[in-house]
């Protein structure tokens, strides 16, 4: 068992960079009131593909639980029934959560493969926690770690419904995405301190020291971007899909900031990277880390002076999000046990 554990936390931290991806998509395209309800969809497991699935007809048999749109509500069976040939309120109650009642297949099945996603990512974190098991007297914390990485995907799985529930809040929107940064960090952390590959030559303290500053401004320019995406889909809501050139015409400070400090993100990036290179301590993912940092800012500028390309959006935020799970990895590498340098 202990041999699939690598390759099970390898496969959970593809699986949640996937539902990451997901989620950029469902934000791109609107789709994240998709499905109304949580877990299920309009209340059904597999979701319906056409309007007509959603509407109260006669002589037809529902379950409880499962969803209709009536006068533009969402109405709930409260019990399994076959309807007769009038419609009868008995067998249904209003749904409570929100009073957004709108299909649209594309938007439904976009957010449903998001959650099939989230779902199956959730299970490979469950078999990972289990394989830990044969850790537990050669290093506890690696199996205390792998059950946390349970109940984070719990809590994230939670966070998911109040987003739903709260249609779509932004504060609660950026707390379902630093949720899923924790997660990939503590997936990185697994996989790093089981890996068999011998350390580094050299303990670079100082430059271990630097990355967790770059760490800490990919975390503020990730949280700021949510808060410029969120303006971003007000503007939307304002002047419509279609005129992409007015959604930042008259941005708010937080793109100014979020902006601005990409030049320092760019800086600081390249100094560490300088520092690497001239105390020739190979760590060559740094490399990987600037060309990530300049696609990310070449994304923005598509933005921002192009209107919108088709795909920049979720790119940006997918870009960001391999960023700052690159430079983890990089603090994780820097920490390795070896000679100590005093200045770099």
Same mark, same amino acid.
């Given at each position: 068992?202990?041999?699939?554990?690598?390759?099970?936390?390898?496969?959970?931290?593809?699986?949640?960079?996937?539902?990451?991806? *997901?989620?950029?998509?469902?934000?791109?395209t609107?789709?994240?009131?998709?499905?109304p309800?949580?877990?299920?969809?309009?209340?059904?497991?597999?979701p319906?593909?056409?309007?007509?699935?959603?509407e109260?007809?006669?002589?037809?048999?529902?379950?409880?639980?499962?969803?209709?749109?009536?006068n533009?509500?969402?109405?709930?069976?409260?019990?399994?029934h076959? $309807?007769?040939?009038?419609?009868?309120?008995?067998?249904? *109650?209003?749904?409570?959560?929100h009073d957004?009642?709108?299909?649209?297949?594309?938007?439904?099945?976009?957010?449903?493969i998001?959650?099939?996603? &989230?779902a199956?990512? &959730?299970?490979?974190?469950?078999?990972?926690?289990?394989?830990?098991?044969y850790?537990?007297?050669?290093?506890?914390?690696?199996?205390?770690? !792998?059950?946390?990485?349970?109940?984070?995907?719990?809590?994230?799985?939670?966070l998911?419904?109040?987003?739903?529930?709260?249609?779509?809040?932004?504060?609660?929107?950026t707390?379902?995405?630093?949720?899923?940064?924790?997660?990939?960090?503590? @997936?990185?952390?697994?996989?790093?301190?089981? !890996?068999?590959?011998?350390?580094? *030559?050299?303990?670079?303290?100082?430059?271990?020291?630097?990355?967790?500053?770059?760490?800490?401004?990919?975390?503020?320019?990730?949280?700021?971007?949510?808060?410029?995406?969120?303006?971003?889909?007000?503007?939307?809501?304002?002047?419509?899909?279609?005129a992409?050139?007015?959604?930042?015409?008259?941005?708010?400070?937080?793109?100014?900031?979020?902006?601005?400090?990409?030049? @320092?993100?760019?800086?600081?990036?390249?100094?560490? *990277?300088?520092?690497?290179?001239?105390?020739?301590? &190979?760590?060559?993912?740094?490399?990987w880390?600037?060309?990530?940092?300049?696609?990310?800012?070449?994304?923005?500028?598509?933005?921002?002076?192009?209107?919108?390309?088709?795909? !920049?959006?979720?790119?940006?935020?997918?870009?960001?999000?391999?960023l700052? &799970?690159?430079?983890f990895?990089?603090v994780?590498?820097?920490?390795? $046990?070896g000679?100590?340098?005093?200045?770099?």
């Amino acid at each position: 068992m202990i041999k699939l554990f690598r390759p099970l936390a390898k496969t959970s931290l593809i699986l949640v960079y996937l539902v990451i991806i *997901a989620g950029a998509v469902v934000r791109m395209t609107g789709s994240g009131m998709g499905c109304p309800d949580w877990p299920k969809c309009f209340g059904y497991y597999i979701p319906p593909t056409e309007a007509s699935e959603l509407e109260w007809q006669p002589q037809q048999a529902f379950k409880e639980g499962e969803v209709i749109i009536r006068n533009e509500s969402l109405w709930v069976a409260t019990k399994d029934h076959i $309807t007769g040939n009038t419609y009868n309120e008995v067998n249904w *109650a209003a749904y409570q959560k929100h009073d957004y009642a709108i299909f649209n297949a594309t938007h439904t099945w976009i957010e449903y493969i998001n959650r099939l996603l &989230g779902a199956l990512a &959730g299970l490979a974190t469950l078999f990972l926690a289990i394989a830990s098991f044969y850790y537990c007297k050669k290093n506890k914390k690696i199996t205390i770690i !792998s059950w946390l990485i349970v109940l984070g995907m719990l809590f994230q799985g939670w966070l998911g419904a109040t987003v739903v529930y709260s249609v779509l809040l932004p504060a609660r929107i950026t707390m379902h995405m630093i949720m899923a940064l924790v997660i990939v960090a503590l @997936l990185i952390y697994v996989l790093e301190k089981t !890996s068999t590959k011998a350390g580094l *030559a050299v303990f670079a303290h100082r430059i271990n020291q630097l990355l967790w500053l770059a760490l800490g401004l990919t975390m503020v320019q990730i949280i700021l971007g949510t808060q410029v995406r969120q303006f971003v889909d007000d503007q939307i809501d304002q002047v419509g899909e279609q005129a992409k050139m007015l959604w930042l015409s008259q941005p708010e400070v937080q793109f100014y900031i979020h902006r601005s400090l990409s030049i @320092l993100v760019v800086l600081f990036n390249a100094w560490i *990277a300088y520092q690497i290179v001239s105390k020739k301590l &190979g760590l060559t993912k740094i490399y990987w880390v600037l060309i990530l940092i300049g696609v990310e800012i070449l994304s923005g500028i598509a933005m921002y002076y192009f209107d919108f390309p088709f795909g !920049s959006q979720p790119l940006h935020l997918v870009l960001a999000s391999l960023l700052f &799970g690159l430079q983890f990895y990089l603090v994780l590498e820097t920490q390795k $046990t070896g000679t100590t340098i005093e200045t770099l």
